[in-house]
Each structure stands twice: as C-alpha cells, then as structure tokens.
C-alpha cells in the first residue's frame, strides 16, 4: 500500500532545503514513525534524518529513494521530494552534476543452488544487519575455501536473497585473485566510479583520489559490493567504503589474515545428503533412484566438491547413453578421474592448477610430495620426515598451504588433502625426479618404523621386539616418556601406519612392510577395534614370503591368527596359529613356540575348549619362566586362569589370576596388563562369594581401565561392583553399574551383554 502525504507548509528551515524538510516530515508523521523508526526501516541514520527535517542538510537522491521506498510513498509525493531536491540553488557541494545511477551488475543466481542454507542465512543476517549512528559500520563478510567448493555461487545466491535491502544497487567484480596479473584496484575503482555515475572524464587519475571518490559516492547509499576471487588483503583495501550502510561481499583462496574486521566464514565440501541432492536436482530422481549404488560410489569419488558433482552431473546428461554405473566406473580410476570432471571450459584440475602455479618453489614441493604420504592424514612430524626438513621449516610451508586451502587443518598438528587435491597433488608429482620422489618414501617410511618401535617397547616393554639397525643420522624418530604417550601418538597414526605398510608392499618395500605389521601388535591387542587388522597381517605374511623369510612369515602367521580369533574367525585363526608353530619349531625358536601357545590356547578358551588349552598354557608358562621372560609368563598365567575359570575351577583360576598379577608388577609391566587382570581377580572372587575383596580389587580396576580406555574390563569392573552394591542392599547403585557395564557390552558386542541383560531383567522387581 501505497502512502500520499500533502504539502506542508516549511516551518522550518529556509528556501529549498527548508520545503524538502518539512515535506519530509510530514510524510513521516503521515505513516506515524518517529524519526528512529524511519532511520531503522531506511537504513539512513536517525542524525541524518533529523539534519534533513530540518533544512541543514541538502539530500542525495539515493537518500531520497531510501526513505521514500521505506514509507511507501506514492509516486506524486516521491516526485514532490525529488523536485524540492533538485530546486535550482540547492545544491553547493562537490558531486554535483554527477546523474544519479543505480548499478545492478550481480550475476544470476543459479536455479539448481542446493543445500547450504545455515550458512546461508547465515551470511543473510550479516549483510542486512542495520546498525546505525553517527557513523553506521561497513560490514564485511569474507568467504574463503578450496577451489572449486562453491564460493562465488554461494556469495551470489546469498546476494540474491538480500537485494531489496540495497537499494541503491550493485558492484560485482572478478579481481582475478588466481591469475599471475590479478586485477589491479586502480582498475577496478574506475569502473566502480562510472558505475554509480562519474562521467568518465570527471574520473581522477591518482589512484588515492580515486577512492576518496568512490568512499563519497557510497557514504549515503545502501549498495552490496561483491569482490569475487581476491588475491590479498592489499588488492581490496582500496575498494572498501569508509562508512555508512553499504556492504562487502568478499570470496577468495586466502584466508586473508590481512583483512581487519572481517567477518570471516571458510567454507567446507558439501555433506553427503547435500552432495546427493544436487545430483539429484541436475539429473532428475529418476536416474539416481534407477542405480543408488552407483550414484553414491559416483559422489565417493567427488568428494563432496560442488564443483565436481556439477561436472559429473553434466557428464550424464551430456551422454544419456552412459548409466550411473558408467560414470562410477570412469571415477573410480585415480588415474583418469580428472579427464573425467572436465566439461568444456570447466574442469576439476584447472581450478586446482591455478592454486598450485602461483605457490613459490618450497611451496610447489611440498605439496606435490604430500600427495604420496599415506593415510587420511599426516602429521607435522610425518611430514618433516617426508620432506626432509626441520619441523620449524616444515610448519611454516604446512601453514602457508593451508592458508591457500591446498591443505586443511586435520587437528592440532596434523593436516589432509582433499582426496581430489590429492589426486592432483599425486600428478604433479610427476615434475618431482623419481629418485627425489622414492627417497622422500624411504624417509617416512623409515620414521615410522623407528617412531612405531618406540611406542611398541613403552606399550609392552617384556614382549620380543624387532632387532632394527641403528637409526640413520638424519632420521629422527619420536620418543615416549610413557605408556599414556605411546599410545595416544599409535591410536592417532593408526590408520596411516596401517595404510604406509600397505604401500610399502605395493612399492616393493616388502621388508620395512612386516617389520611396521610387527610394531602393531601392541595397538591391536589394546585396541581391538582398531580397523585393518587383518589386512594388516595378511600383508605381513604375504611381504614375508616374498622376502623367504620364515621366522617374519612365522611371526606375522602368529598375529594374524590372533587377528582372526578376535574377529570369530576360528578356523582361520587356527589354521593361522598351527603353521606358525611348525616353522618356529622347525626354527628351533622355543619362545616364539611358547607365543603360538599361549595364543591357541587363548583360541580354545574361546572355542569352550578349556580342557584342550591348559596343557598348551602350562606349557607356554614353563618356557617364558624358564628363559626370565617375566611379562610373558604373566600373560600365560592370565590365561592359565581364564581356563580354569570356565571349568569351573575357581581357586585355581584365582591362584593362577594372583600369579600374573605378581609376575606383572615384577616385570614393572604397565598399567593396562594389570588393570586387566585385576578385573579378572574381581570377578572370580565374587564367583567364589567373596563379595568384599571382589569390590575392593573391582574398585582398583575401573580406576586404571577407564583411565588407559580398557572398555572390557572397564565393564567387567562395574559389573563387579554392581553385584556388591545389590549385595549391600543399595538396589539404585547395583542398577546403574549394571546399566553402565550393560551399555558398554552392547557396543562391543561382547558376550556377557546378554547375561547382565538377564541379571537387570531379574532385579528389576526389587529395584
């Protein structure tokens, strides 16, 4: 609805400014706002308009249609202030003669945009934030990330969302922030100035006076300004308002640490139901709901890059003689994925390429060797070892890539590569000299090994470990003051040890590959649900047997058979376990026999066989004690009393359960051993009624299994104490241990889940 206002007579004021007052205000008393809620819905500050009503400030016509189009005025009254603007006399400052212009030079939005709306809105609220005062705040608003994860047509969707809050127009400009010349700001405030109306004769050619121009023609109008693909913060300085209501819009590879008071927003691949709703929106649901399979392995490769999902999109509909399948099979080769992201003058590997030609040669490096490090991520002192640099030096180029988002920011120390960027990373590394290349190899591999050794001794100091050569000068592997530190830094390189052995093989490197499967045995056995165990020790055996090798074959035999019973998997951890110890007795290895032992007897406890195993038990036991090997005849004790236990004789599974627990804490074993074996005690104890010890040795138990993350025996701990809390009468304590213990059993699909199911089913009655 439109709002009519009659001339007032100009109260106040004089001559033409004085009449403009005084119609200004009465169009506002008309809709009945006071002067602040005119400045809050125009976006004009409540000074500003006090100034006008009362005749000692001359308006500029895009304050006028500010206010005008915020009360809704009819076209005749709007037409009343623009005259009393434009009287003859009125005007006596710099600008004048410039016509009014209203830019509107934003791209078109995309009809397809998907997904995205949190940060969407997001970016919304900032843009039409109306702050006002005295001098109301330029807010700017940068958006930053990878190549090709969307940021100019997440900046434009946004911009189109808020264009009735701006109107007074638009700027967009591509500063070429990628290319070796980027657009220069001189440039660029030129065209800005004859965009919002400078006669181009009237433009200055001193690049300071330039943008003094252009922060005058902003000061009183509401304009979005979107600087699309910056270099730096020094290209756009000179292209930000001074103040007043107008907006920045800004996107670039850079994070812009120069940029002071931005309002900063990285922007990250899409989500998988994101991901898969584009597909979805550029070849139809049918498509996709005809092979779902393929689909997904389709948007696997892409990675969740907007970009490449929009290429592989218009690959399909381009070719509706190839299925889903088609395409999936086509990205499913490392090597001609990027021929295939490529459509026309849109291709995956330009957008990463022009990142990548403008970093300086250490740079350029860095990143082509990273591509070859395994595992998901790599940590700072990988990648030192890979690039053969001091940690310092290393740091600096990790950071620097980041900053351009070749790399990102995996955890305190440790960084990814998009597994696109990888892709590419790995085909520039072809520029890299090959034997440059296997050396870079032979380095990280080499720090891993020694690195993994060492935490191997702190995690289990009395098993046999590998007899490695002296460390080369210039490998400096880490070092662990403890058990707690060896195992944080194996939990948090597991999967890239386990994906470094598996490139090892692959790449010849047979020996160092069984020798890293060997320092693994400590973080599989204290945390089992460690992926790629078996895979592991399947590659072990394999490089072994390439090498002829028996006494590595038999070792990595032993561990894989260990693998498989941890995994339900009998008959192979059997098959595994036998032939093991037929090498080690055909090698005269006595210890290693008494380790194939232990773990088959281990296997037939598991298999209900108690019977069977304890003369393989006694057995392992009387070897480790005859040859001082303390920590190991602890664990065939501890299992000597698993055995007795499950046939049902209890005070010698006590006994045996009370002698590992000495034979640990001679060997000065760590915690983990013994807070195993302590819940062992505890529980055989309330088996045997004696309630009290059971609570006492379960209370010492929790506190060392919870703390080193032993969820098992963590679990058996808490049941204990359940049952001496039901034993004392206190039902609500009994309960909840239970139920703890319960919770714990379920997610690790452990065996005595369903019997303390039972247990709280049968209390509950009485609880």
């Known amino acids: 609805m439109r709002i009519s206002c009659s001339r007032a007579r100009p109260d106040r004021g004089a001559g033409a400014l004085g009449e403009f007052g005084s119609l200004l205000r009465a169009c506002r008393l008309k809709v009945g706002w006071t002067q602040e809620h005119l400045a809050e819905r125009s976006g004009v500050s409540n000074h500003a308009i006090s100034m006008l009503e009362s ?27 623009v005259s009393a603007v434009n009287t003859p ?54 958006i930053s990330g990878t190549g090709g994860v969307g940021k100019t047509t997440l900046a434009v969707h946004v911009a189109h969302r808020v264009l009735r809050s701006f109107p007074d127009g638009q700027l967009q400009v591509d500063l070429q922030g990628t290319e070796a010349e980027p657009t220069a700001p001189h440039d660029v405030l030129a065209r800005f100035l004859r965009a919002l109306g400078m006669a181009p004769e009237q433009i200055p050619v001193d690049a300071d006076e330039r943008a003094a121009r252009y922060r005058s023609l902003l000061a009183d109008r509401r304009v979005l300004v979107f600087l699309d693909n910056v270099k730096d913060a020094a290209q756009i300085r000179p292209l930000l308002p001074g103040a007043g209501c107008s907006r920045v819009l800004i996107t670039s590879r850079s994070t812009l640490p120069g940029l002071d008071g931005a309002a900063r927003l990285t922007l990250d691949v899409l989500e998988a139901e994101e991901a898969s709703a584009l597909l979805r929106r ?22 969740g890059l907007p970009l490449a999902i929009r290429l592989a999109g218009s690959r399909l509909v381009a070719r509706p003689d190839w299925s889903v399948r088609d395409l999936a099979g086509l990205l499913a080769d490392e090597n001609r994925r990027l021929n295939v992201l490529r459509v026309e003058d849109r291709a995956v590997r330009a957008t990463f390429a022009v990142s990548y030609r403008n970093l300086p040669p250490d740079q350029a490096r860095a990143f082509r060797l990273l591509g070859s490090s395994p595992g998901p991520t790599t940590s700072l002192g990988a990648a030192a070892a890979l690039l053969g640099l001091p940690m310092a030096e290393t740091s600096r180029l990790l950071e620097d890539l980041a900053a351009t988002y070749l790399i990102e920011h995996a955890g305190v120390g440790r960084f990814r590569q998009h597994d696109l960027i990888r892709v590419y990373a790995v085909e520039c590394a072809a520029e890299e000299p090959s034997g440059d290349r296997d050396a870079a190899t032979d380095r990280l591999l080499s720090w891993l090994l020694y690195s993994s050794e060492a935490a191997s001794r702190r995690l289990y100091p009395g098993r046999r470990h590998l007899d ?27 999967d890239c040890l386990v994906s470094a052995l598996t490139a090892a093989a692959q790449t010849g490197r047979h020996r160092v590959a069984w020798q890293l499967a060997n320092t693994l045995w400590e973080l599989f056995d204290l945390r089992p649900e460690q992926p ?8 072990a055996v394999a490089s072994a047997r390439t090498l002829d090798d028996p006494e590595a074959e038999s070792w990595a035999l032993n561990a894989l058979g260990a693998a498989h019973r941890a995994a339900r998997r009998v008959a192979e951890a059997e098959d595994c376990l036998l032939r093991s110890l037929e090498i080690r007795g055909r090698l005269g290895d006595l210890r290693g026999q008494a380790s194939c032992m232990g773990n088959l007897g281990y296997l037939r406890i598991d298999m209900g066989r108690a019977a069977e195993a304890l003369p ?33 004789k209890l005070d010698t599974a006590l006994e045996h359960y009370q002698n590992a627990l000495r034979r640990f804490r001679e060997a000065g074993t760590e915690e983990f051993a013994i807070g195993r074996t302590l819940s062992n005690v505890a529980d055989t104890l309330l088996l045997l009624g004696r309630t ?24 058996v701990a808490l049941e204990v104490l359940g049952h001496s809390h039901a034993a004392r009468g206190d039902s609500a304590q009994a309960r909840q241990r239970w139920e703890q213990a319960c919770v714990i059993f379920r997610e690790l699909a452990h065996p005595r889940a369903a019997e303390l199911g039972e247990t709280l089913r049968a209390h509950a009655p009485q609880l």
């Open 282 to 303: 550029i070849i139809g649901d049918a498509i996709v709901d005809a092979e779902p399979d393929a689909a997904a392995d389709a948007l696997d490769a892409c990675a």
């Open 616 to 648: 393989l038990l006694e057995r392992a036991a009387d070897i480790y004690h005859s040859l001082g090997a303390i920590h190991p005849e602890g664990s065939a004790q501890l299992n000597l009393g698993e055995a007795n236990k499950q046939l049902g």
């Open 55 to 81: 005749g000692r400030r001359r308006p500029r016509l895009s304050t006028v249609s500010r206010l005008a189009e915020a009360m809704a005025l009819e076209a005749t009254d709007r037409d009343r202030l």
């Open 468 to 494: 490695l050569p002296s460390v080369e000068p210039t490998c400096v592997p880490m070092e662990f003051a403890g058990f707690d530190e060896a195992l944080a830094w194996s939990e948090s390189e597991g």
């Open 532 to 539: 790629g165990q078996i895979r592991t020790y399947e590659t």
């Open 89 to 142: 006399g009125s005007a006596a400052r710099p600008g004048v003669g410039i016509p009014p212009s209203r830019p509107a030079e934003l791209q078109a939005d995309l009809h397809d945009f998907t997904g995205r709306s949190a940060v969407t809105e997001q970016l919304a609220s900032m843009l039409q934030d109306t702050a006002t005062g005295p001098v109301p705040p330029v807010v700017l608003t940068a």
């Open 692 to 715: 009290q010890e059971a609570a006492e040795r379960a209370t010492e138990a929790y506190a060392i299994n919870t703390r080193l993350g032993n969820r098992v025996d963590e679990a």
